[in-house]
C-alpha cells in the first residue's frame, strides 16, 4: 500500500496538479499575515479556517489524478479497502505538509506579537490546524471523481459543502453540528485567553467525530460504486 501512497503523490506532484492549490495557499497566508502582527492563537486560528477549502480542493485533485481505469486496477491489485486508504493516506500527509507550512509562514511574515502567551498560542494553532485536516481530506474524498462521477458534480458538492461550512459554522446558526468545527476553533482562539479544557475537549470530539462519519460514508460510497 506504501508504493501506492508514493505513486498517487508522485503522480500529484510531477503531473503539476499541486500548483493551482500551492498558489491559492501562499494567497490565503500571504492575506492573513501581511496586515501585520496578531497573537499567535488568533492567527493560526483563522490560517487554519481559511485553509480548510484549499485542503478539501487539494485533496480531490490528489485523487482525481489517477485515471479511472488505472484506479479500478489497483483496487485489483491491492483490494479495495487497501486502495481506498491509500489515497487518503496521500491526501493526508500532503494536507499536513500544508500545514507545516503554514506554521512556519507567519514567522517569515512577522505576523506573530512575541508575547508571553506566544508557545500556547502556536500550541493551540497546531491544534487548528490538526483538526482541519480530516474533515478537509474527507470532504475532499466525498467530493471526487470516484464519488460524484464526473468533474462539474465534484465540483458542485466541494462548494455546496464549503458554503454550508461557513453558513452553518456562524455563531448562532441553527444546526452548526452538521459541519465540522472550523469556524468554531476558530472563534475560540479569538479570544485574549485561551479556551478552557472542556471547550477543547468538545471542538477535538466534534472534529473526530465528524470525521469519522465521512469517512464512513465515503467508504460506503466506493464500495457501492465500484
Same mark, same amino acid.
Given at each position: 500500500m506504501s508504493a501506492l501512497v508514493r505513486m498517487r503523490l508522485a503522480g500529484f506532484l510531477r503531473g503539476g496538479r499541486i500548483l493551482a492549490p500551492a498558489i491559492a495557499v501562499l494567497i490565503v497566508l500571504g492575506v492573513i499575515y501581511g496586515g501585520g502582527a496578531s497573537p499567535a492563537a488568533v492567527a493560526y486560528g483563522y490560517s487554519a479556517a481559511a485553509l480548510f477549502p484549499v485542503l478539501?480542493?487539494?485533496? %480531490?485533485?490528489?485523487?482525481?489524478?489517477? &485515471?479511472?481505469?488505472?484506479?479500478?486496477?489497483?483496487?485489483?491489485?491491492? @483490494? @479495495?479497502?487497501?486502495?481506498?486508504? #491509500?489515497?487518503?493516506?496521500?491526501?493526508?500527509? !500532503? #494536507? !499536513?505538509l500544508v500545514c507545516a507550512l503554514a506554521m512556519v509562514a507567519p514567522w517569515l511574515f512577522r505576523g506573530i506579537e512575541t508575547? %508571553? #502567551?506566544?508557545?500556547? @498560542?502556536?500550541?493551540?494553532?497546531?491544534?487548528?490546524?490538526?483538526? #482541519?485536516? &480530516?474533515?478537509?481530506v474527507a470532504l475532499g474524498a466525498l467530493a471526487s471523481r470516484a464519488i460524484t462521477r464526473g468533474v462539474r458534480n465534484g465540483i458542485a458538492v466541494l462548494v455546496t459543502a464549503v458554503i454550508l461550512v461557513v453558513v452553518l459554522g456562524l455563531q448562532g446558526s441553527f444546526?452548526?453540528?452538521?459541519? &465540522? &468545527?472550523?469556524?468554531?476553533?476558530a472563534r475560540a482562539l479569538n479570544d485574549a485567553t485561551p479556551p478552557p479544557a472542556a471547550t477543547l475537549a468538545v471542538l477535538i470530539g466534534w472534529a473526530v467525530l465528524w470525521a469519522v462519519v465521512a469517512f464512513g460514508t465515503y467508504a460506503r460510497l466506493r464500495r457501492l460504486r465500484t
Open positions: 478539501a480542493w487539494q485533496s %480531490k485533485l490528489l485523487l482525481d489524478t489517477e &485515471p479511472d481505469g488505472q484506479r479500478r486496477l489497483a483496487r485489483v491489485a491491492v @483490494g @479495495g479497502r487497501r486502495e481506498a486508504l #491509500a489515497g487518503v493516506s496521500a491526501a493526508t500527509l !500532503l #494536507a !499536513l508575547d %508571553k #502567551a506566544v508557545v500556547s @498560542g502556536v500550541l493551540l494553532g497546531l491544534l487548528a490546524h490538526v483538526l #482541519a485536516v &480530516p474533515p478537509a444546526a452548526p453540528w452538521l459541519v &465540522p &468545527p472550523v469556524m468554531a476553533t
